[in-house]
């Protein structure tokens, strides 16, 4: 899977269930500019792994997130299971 294949989703997934506009969204993003706490950032990552089809084989978030953190930790995880 494409790197922004995985970035279209982790936006969209933002946006559905923490009603973000994409818009608003780069990878540089942070946990902190979302304003959620990391519960939310927990079900984001069980969301992608739903949507994208694949396990985290851990979900050790680093403190304060940025997007782009989760895109890189969703492609390490997709390459290590292919």
Do not use: C, H, W
């Not at 540089?28 to 089809?53: C, F, H, K, N, P």
């Amino acid at each position: 899977m494409k790197r922004a294949e995985i970035v279209e989703t982790v936006l969209a997934l933002i946006q559905e269930n923490m009603g973000i506009d994409r818009s608003s969204l780069s990878e540089a993003t942070s946990q902190t500019d979302l304003g959620v706490d990391s519960i939310l950032m927990v079900d984001l990552m069980l969301a992608l792994e739903d949507r994208l089809e694949f396990s985290f084989k851990s979900l050790d978030l680093p403190k304060n997130p940025t997007i782009g953190d989760i895109v890189a930790m969703v492609e390490k995880e997709i390459a290590s299971q292919s």
